[in-house]
């Protein structure tokens, strides 16, 4: 049973989750089983809900939940983390400072993702990765500023090595004992990050 007092839900999270839920209703899919995978945003949603409609024997039962930024990733890692669910969480790196030179809030925001996983009972039973730098530069051929899931649409109809990357990637998140694909990694040490960056 769910208790909120108990996932520790500050009220910043909250409101994320309200608006969250009024913009995409879908996302409380993960309440309804299977194996729930975070992500960031929509480029990542479209490109692995094109490869399980491709083959819905191969990844039948699984759930990918669009946190529509990653900010709110970590409220939703909190409400898995409350039912002890075994899940992943795929996010983009970004980079320590803004292209202003100045800090960036998004890098900000992977430590407090792991802070969220790190707080499930069992780690173990998460798997953190992390697109380097972001999803579009680690797995398709270019980075578009506008119709960026259209974009990743088109490039895996049309090119079977970015498919087969983003296969194996959708894979490593499913079964934890399989290797990522290159321009990823799993972390559990904001250093290990920002090497990985470097």
């Known amino acids: 049973m769910f208790r909120p007092e108990k996932t520790r839900l500050d009220n910043n999270d909250k409101r994320l989750l309200k608006l969250l839920n009024q913009f995409d209703p879908y996302v409380a899919e993960f309440f309804f089983g299977g194996y729930s995978i975070i992500v960031e945003g929509d480029t990542e949603y479209t490109a692995f809900k094109y490869i399980i409609n491709n083959e819905p024997e191969e990844f039948k039962d699984i759930q990918i939940i669009r946190a529509r930024g990653k900010a709110t990733i970590v409220s939703l890692v909190k409400i898995l983390n409350h039912f002890n669910t075994r899940y992943s969480v795929l996010h983009d790196s970004d980079t320590p400072l803004n292209k202003a030179g100045g800090k960036n809030s998004a890098w900000g925001t992977n430590k407090k ?86």
């Open 113 to 198: 993702i792991l802070e969220a996983v790190q707080s499930h009972p069992s780690p173990q039973k998460i798997k953190l990765v992390s697109s380097l730098i972001n999803f579009e530069s680690a797995f398709l051929s270019k980075e578009v500023k506008t119709d960026k899931p259209y974009n990743a649409l088109l490039e895996l109809s049309s090119d079977s090595e970015a498919y087969e990357k983003i296969r194996t990637l959708l894979c490593s998140l499913v079964d934890h004992s399989r290797p990522l694909p290159v321009k990823c990694m799993e972390w559990d040490d904001i250093s290990q990050l920002d090497e990985a960056i470097k």
